[in-house]
């Protein structure tokens, strides 16, 4: 049935595509700058080489 | 000191952070919090990320568990999980392509959380079933299927199939008929 075939990748085609959209403003936006700020505080506060503290915890 | 500090990778994981927060928490200024509070637990236990391995995954499971551990302590707390009250705005009807991306997120906020997770994941941000599978930490195949599941459904409250849908229930029914058939 070409014409099932059709509407499903038509319906998927579409899904796809406003998925997309929905989230192409917040990616396009980059890094805001709070967040920037806050990775550079945060490596401060913590330096690199903190090999201890193995807790693996993931909540 | 010319060595790269490996945390700097975080930073072009951000835009895709905030993405997949959005979707979750289905409110900006919520999201940005949640991606906040991610960081400060990334950058905390980043010694706990093994180098080599998936870094966005790595983050998105960290994003995703503060996301659900929360929400769990607040419902306990609250009984009263009002956050799940979405898109309750009076839109007009607009006959153009607003419609359809409203209807579009409508439909959307209506999914199951694992559905609406997978399709961002995968659909929206383009990670492998692998890659998404991992940051929800389930099997690959339970990630295909909930993708799959999810479109099925998704395009179901669209209305993309409105004068199929009994015909397809028969086609899994009597899928699923022929196959018990078969034991």
């Known amino acids: ?59 | 000191m010319t060595k790269t500090d490996p945390r700097d990778a975080v930073l072009e994981h951000i835009p895709a952070l905030r993405a997949f927060a959005r979707s979750l928490t289905k409110d900006a200024v919520r999201a940005d919090d949640l991606v906040q509070e991610c960081l400060v637990k990334a950058i905390a236990k980043f010694a706990s990320f093994k180098e080599g391995t998936n870094l966005r995954a790595w983050l998105f499971t960290i994003l995703r568990n503060t996301f659900y551990s929360e929400r769990r302590k607040a419902v306990r707390e609250a009984e009263d999980p009002e956050g799940e009250i979405v898109g309750a705005l009076s839109v007009k009807p607009e006959h153009d392509g607003h419609l359809q991306m409203k209807e579009f997120n409508e439909a959307f906020q209506q999914l199951k959380d694992e559905h609406r997770e997978a399709l961002t994941l995968i659909g929206a941000l383009g990670l492998s079933y692998e890659e998404a599978a991992e940051a929800c930490e389930v099997a690959i195949g339970t990630m295909k299927s909930r993708t799959n599941r999810a479109r099925k459904e998704l395009a179901r409250l669209m209305e993309l199939d409105e004068d199929k849908p009994t015909e397809l229930t028969d086609n899994q029914t009597l899928s699923i008929v022929n196959q018990s058939g078969h034991m």
Request: proline share 7%; charged share 45%.
């Open chain 1, 1 to 59: 049935m070409p014409a099932d075939d059709a509407r499903k990748k038509r319906s998927g085609d579409l899904i796809d595509e406003n998925l997309k959209k929905a989230f192409s403003e917040t990616l396009e936006e980059g890094v805001p700058d709070r967040f920037r700020d806050l990775l550079a505080k945060l490596k401060q506060t913590a330096p690199e080489d903190t090999s201890e503290e193995p807790e693996n915890d993931e909540n």
